[in-house]
């Protein structure tokens, strides 16, 4: 019997970082009057039970890929590195209006990357930072020297603007961040994990299938519904507010930092009483910035977090090199949490 022989593989871990971060928000701003046209409630209900002043629509004619391209270009320009360099797309959305093909391929071509790795994920606000995780261990095993990371969704489109619970949290936009090699660590272990009994928390009100026999209906001459995305507010909030600051707790200790360390802390912007619940579980330092980009933008889901940060960045709140605790969470229920190296 002849034996195998032995595959080829990497024989050292290398570490990874962020080396660019890019952001992008529609231009069309959208007040809380404009979204209680259609829904009973008032400026003062939402600015206060969500911390919510304005958040961004996307135009009709303009999607999720041409979001991200936005996001990336602007993430590759500030990490120094041509198109051509990325090897692998990890785009994270649950707003592609397509099953199949996912984004991230369409993306590439947009971008001019020839034959990259490309997939889209689907774990919804804690999308980008599953992404990171991915992204961190496949420069560190070697599987690509750049992976493009991006956040990205158009929430308008799958909102129910007649929805009183959910139509005033959602917004658009894209954020990106390159990954690549590094001398030292710049992504700490994620802690991350999944309550799949818990999936009609924040759920696509129908499945696409279920539209099939309505459309199939002999002489159907009403509207169909649409599966816009609803949720169980309290539901979601009460486990945000309980569960999340552990995990968040669990991801500075996997860094081996504590929050003293901190130079910025980045939730997911899911609803500012949430971010505030955090701040105060974790017990964090006042000299630690905390975003808070959910007052101008909404909930953006996947592109919260790359958001928030690269704001913090850019009006100089957070250091740049300075170390930032980023946690995701939503529907699935799912989360993930990792301390970075903000590039
Ligand atoms: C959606 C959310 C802001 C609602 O806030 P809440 O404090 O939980 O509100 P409740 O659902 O308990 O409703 C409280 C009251 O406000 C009313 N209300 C609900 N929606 C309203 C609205 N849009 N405008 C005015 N009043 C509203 C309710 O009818 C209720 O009235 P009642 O006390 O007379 O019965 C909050 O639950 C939330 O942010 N949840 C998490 C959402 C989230 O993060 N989603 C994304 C996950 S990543």
């Known amino acids: ?7 080829a593989a990497p ?3 290398r570490h990874a970082r962020i080396l660019g971060l890019g952001g992008y928000r529609p231009e069309r701003v959208v007040t809380n009057e404009e979204i209680c046209r259609y829904i009973d409630s008032s400026d003062e209900w939402i ?27 602007q993430a590759l320009d500030r990490a120094g590195l041509e198109a051509g360099q990325i090897d692998a797309i990890l785009v994270a959305t649950v707003s592609h209006p397509y099953q199949t093909p996912a984004a991230a391929p369409s993306l590439a071509v947009r971008l001019g990357i020839t034959d990259p790795a490309a997939i889209d ?34 929430l308008s489109d799958f909102t129910d603007k007649h929805d009183r619970g959910s139509a005033f949290i959602f917004g658009d936009g894209a954020g990106a961040a390159v990954v690549g090699v590094s001398d030292t660590p710049g992504i700490g272990p994620t802690v991350w994990g999944s309550l ?25 001459t009403e509207a169909i519904s649409w599966p816009s995305f609803v949720m169980q507010g309290q539901t979601v909030f009460r486990w945000a507010v309980f569960s999340m600051a552990p995990v968040a707790k669990r991801a500075m200790e996997a860094a081996g930092i504590t929050s003293a360390d901190l130079g910025a802390f980045v939730p997911h912007q899911a609803n500012m009483r949430i971010t505030d619940a955090m701040v105060k579980a974790l017990d964090l330092p006042e000299h630690v910035p905390v975003a808070r980009d ?6 953006t889901s996947a592109a919260s ?12 709140e957070a250091p740049h090199g300075g170390l930032a605790l980023q946690i995701g ?14 590039p």
Not at 1 to 7: F, K, Q, R
Not at 200 to 212: F, N, P, S
Not at 294 to 299: K, L, S, Y
Request: hydrophobic share 45%; with cysteine.
């Open 121 to 154: 994920i689907s774990a919804a606000c804690a999308g980008y930072c599953y992404a990171i995780s991915l992204a961190n261990d496949m420069v560190r095993a070697g599987t690509a020297d750049h992976v493009l990371v991006v956040g990205v969704e158009k």
């Open 1 to 7: 019997m002849s034996t195998s022989p032995t595959l």
């Open 294 to 299: 959910i007052a101008e933008t909404g909930n």
């Open 11 to 13: 024989t050292t871990l």
């Open 47 to 73: 600015q206060q039970r969500s911390g919510i002043v304005t958040r961004r629509f996307a135009r009709e004619d303009e999607s999720v890929i041409d979001m991200a391209e936005a996001a990336s270009r």
């Open 196 to 220: 799949g009994d818990k999936y009609d928390a924040i759920t696509q009100r129908e499945a696409w299938t279920d539209l099939r026999p309505a459309m199939e209906e002999p002489g159907r």
């Open 305 to 316: 977090v790359p958001l928030a940060m690269s704001r913090m960045l850019d009006e100089g």
């Open 329 to 342: 969470f939503g529907a699935g229920l799912v989360y993930a949490a990792q301390v970075v190296v903000m």
